[in-house]
């Protein structure tokens, strides 16, 4: 039994779903004849559908009205679109359309309460923001029909218990099993593929919640999770896994096969691959999870699994850059030997809900630096003088400062671990490119070192790197010791 997540380009456009009902459809025969068979389908929204509903509620929250309105009909049209070429059947199609209209009256109602209220909780966002899916999943389910499968669709607010940090909900491990397992596995018994929307939850009372941004993944992993899957599949618009972004490296390639260790870091250093919690789930049970191309379905994609073969020559998988970083240092001599200096930073960093990415503090205590989003470095630095007042006051510490146009470049793969000499090989290369490291950590699982670099640096950063290491060459872990 397998669970196949599509993301928002494999189902973007008819030739896209024709594509996704090909590939769907050859997984239920394959599984057919498997000890354990069944195909559960994840559905992302229709790309872009999620960011214009977004944007719809957040006009309406300034007073603008016009938007959502003018957005309803072509939301209509992209959907009915793709029924209008691949079902048949008019019935299905009407059907279909009655679904669509109900889920836009919805935000209709929705983004107008929002402008009478000219506010928007993260609450309400969440049930802006997961109409998309409510239209994708009885679409595609609708259209797998229509290629002879036997589908129902459905929502995961029946399936997907979660706390209530709307925006960045997190499952309730023992009621979504419970519920996942109730609901599908009868449907998988007699034949039926359930077609799930990704990306949404609700709380136990009911309330609809959101797994975050690109969360269709994660949901894809805890459903494959809850009913102990052969594998989860996740189905986008590239061949897998690459070693570094193809944009900035012409050379990247695609990964054979990464640990859940290594994806989890690229994923958490802004390598658009997957939602960085998918594999969680995965881990657990060991469920091997794999990358594939809905637009080259014969391409292998990327394997990921506890434990991977080595790929190219030295340890190192692949690389990654996050932007939009700000450095935050905090300065003086004073600060040696005070205890709780670091303690206090970080308190008054986690009040203001400010995520950190990377820290390092140099070994003569002098400073502290530590990289967070440039979208919460002002209030992190008016947290930390208001925390330091007195040590400000006093000379105890003489700067709390950040610096925006920061980037960390992060170097990726778990055989790095207790190999000596590779953060001198990535410090060779950055600095044959003329360079100017900022700041460096590795991460104590040892399967990433970080470099703080400017903007300007990091696609020669990216490039040196990705050459030092011949990430484009490929080498059996048998034939080369790192
Ligand atoms: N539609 C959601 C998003 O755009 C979830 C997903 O695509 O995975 O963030
Ligand atoms: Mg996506």
Redesign the pocket.
């Known amino acids: 039994m397998i669970v196949m997540k599509f993301?928002?380009t494999s189902v973007g456009n008819a030739d896209a779903f024709a594509q996704v009902a090909q590939i769907v459809k050859a997984a239920v025969a394959r599984e057919a004849v498997t000890d354990k068979p069944g195909v559960v389908v994840v559905t992302?929204?229709m790309s872009g559908?999620?960011?214009m509903l977004i944007e719809a509620a957040e006009r309406a929250a300034r007073g603008d009205e016009s938007f959502h309105q003018a957005q309803q009909d072509s939301l209509l049209l992209k959907h009915q679109v793709v029924a209008g070429r691949l079902v048949e059947d008019g019935s299905e199609r009407a059907a279909l359309t009655r679904i669509f209209e109900q889920r836009l009256a919805e935000f209709d109602r929705l983004c107008s309460s929002i402008a009478v209220l000219g506010e928007l909780t993260a609450r309400g966002l969440d049930v802006v923001?997961g109409l998309?899916?409510r239209m994708a999943a009885p679409l595609l389910a609708t259209v797998l029909r229509a290629n002879g499968l036997r589908t129902e669709a459905i929502d995961a607010t029946e399936l997907i218990v979660t706390d209530n940090a709307f925006g960045n909900a997190a499952p309730i491990t023992d009621l979504t099993e419970e519920r996942c397992r109730e609901r599908l596995l009868p449907l998988l018994q007699s034949g039926v593929v359930p077609v799930v929307t990704?990306?949404i939850g609700a709380t136990v009372d009911g309330v609809p919640t959101t797994l975050g941004?690109?969360?269709?993944?994660y949901s894809a992993a805890i459903i494959g999770a809850a009913l102990h899957a052969d594998e989860i599949q996740i189905w986008t618009d590239v061949n897998g896994v690459m070693t570094a972004d193809p944009r900035i490296v012409p050379n990247a390639r695609s990964l054979k096969q990464l640990s859940y260790e290594e994806v989890a870091e690229l994923a958490y250093y802004g390598a658009k691959v997957l939602?960085p919690k998918t594999v969680t789930p995965a881990i657990e049970k060991k469920i091997p999870v794999r990358v594939l191309n809905t637009f080259e379905p014969s391409h292998p994609g990327t394997l990921i699994v506890e434990k991977a073969q080595a790929e190219a020559r030295g340890t190192v998988k692949a690389i990654t850059a996050i932007r939009n970083m700000n450095l935050i240092t905090i300065a003086g001599r004073g600060m040696m030997g005070v205890p709780g200096i670091a303690a206090r930073t970080f308190g008054a960093v986690a009040r203001v809900g400010a995520n950190v990415l990377m820290i390092s503090q140099s070994s003569s205590e002098q400073s502290i630096c530590f990289v967070v989003p440039e979208s919460s470095a002002g209030e992190v630095i008016a947290a930390l003088r208001s925390e330091f007042q007195r040590e400000l006051e006093r000379h105890y510490i003489d700067d709390i400062h950040g610096m925006a146009h920061i980037n960390i470049v992060a170097v990726v793969g778990s055989g790095m671990r207790g190999t000596p000499g590779l953060a001198a090989r990535v410090f060779t290369a950055v600095a044959q490119a003329g360079i100017n490291v900022i700041a460096i950590a590795q991460g104590s699982s040892e399967a990433n070192i970080s470099l703080v670099v400017i903007d300007a640096d990091v696609t020669p950063a990216l490039r040196a790197i990705h050459d030092i290491f011949e990430l484009h060459i490929p080498t059996e872990v048998r034939t080369h010791k790192a």
């Open positions: 993301g928002g992302s929204a559908v999620t960011n923001s998309g899916e990704g990306f941004r690109g969360g269709s993944d939602h």
